[in-house]
T-cell receptor, first 112, second 115 residues
Framework: AQSVTQLGSHVSVSEGALVLLRCNYS??????LFWYVQYPNQGLQLLLK??????LVKGINGFEAEFKKSETSFHLTKPSAHMSDAAEYFC??????????FGKGTRLSVIA | EAGVAQSPRYKIIEKRQSVAFWCNPI?????LYWYQQILGQGPKLLIQ????????DSQLPKDRFSAERLKGVDSTLKIQPAKLEDSAVYLC?????????????FGNGTRLTVT
């Protein structure tokens, strides 16, 4: 069965600094991978998804993620953090014929 | 387009009471999901509907949880009787297609507190 591990339950960065949120997955077949963002008291919104096309995936709000099969990773990055990026971020994986499995989430704080 | 609508936003009940949550998906979305999100964890799938049929309810505690989507549009999730450990946010999501690589569109959730 597929699984997701998000390293770091809380990440804090300064405004303008690089954002790096780590996600490692386990899957017996080529996976579908997703990043979702959740703002306080709201549902989850899709940031980006990988579905076996380009390994570097660009999403909304300047975020991108790179699929690295050899490292079973799908880390999320953004070159310059903005205050509005403060939220909870979830990595999720599907094996194609199975429902999404979400990680436990990483809370991103942005310091002015 | 209108998003996924959920009600109520908040609910506080005592243990052993019953509660129901309502969800109206995005128009035209055939697939509807109910997720449970316990504080500090990621969402966990409870049940998936394709139109008015159940696709996956393997993680639904069927002794106390039930869900229906009678006309293939809106859905209701019920808990009876509630336990303290049911305190969580209940998220409804919908997708246009039933394949698992289709993006999910989430509602804002119902925050349930069981005392």
């Amino acid at each position: 069965a597929q699984s997701v591990t998000q390293l770091g339950s809380h990440v804090s960065v300064s405004e303008g600094a690089l954002v790096l949120l780590r996600c490692n997955y386990s899957s017996s077949v080529p996976p579908y991978l997703f990043w979702y963002v959740q703002y306080p008291n709201q549902g989850l919104q899709l940031l980006l998804k990988y579905t076996s096309a380009a390994t570097l995936v660009k999403g909304i709000n300047g975020f991108e993620a790179e699929f690295k099969k050899s490292e079973t990773s799908f880390h999320l990055t953004k070159p310059s953090a903005h205050m509005s990026d403060a939220a909870e971020y979830f990595c999720a994986v599907s094996e194609g014929n199975t429902p999404l499995v979400f990680g436990k989430g990483t809370r991103l704080s942005v310091i002015a | 387009e209108a998003g996924v609508a959920q009600s109520p936003r908040y609910k506080i009940i005592e243990k052993r009471q019953s509660v129901a949550f309502w969800c109206n998906p995005i128009s035209g979305h055939a697939t509807l999901y109910w997720y449970q999100q316990i504080l500090g964890q990621g969402p966990k799938l409870l049940i998936q509907f394709q139109n008015n049929g159940v696709v996956d309810d393997s993680q639904l505690p069927k002794d106390r949880f039930s869900a229906e989507r009678l006309k293939g549009v809106d859905s209701t999730l019920k808990i009876q009787p509630a336990k303290l450990e049911d305190s969580a946010v209940y998220l409804c999501a919908s997708s246009l297609q039933g394949s698992y690589n289709s993006p999910l569109h989430f509602g804002n959730g119902t925050r349930l507190t069981v005392t």
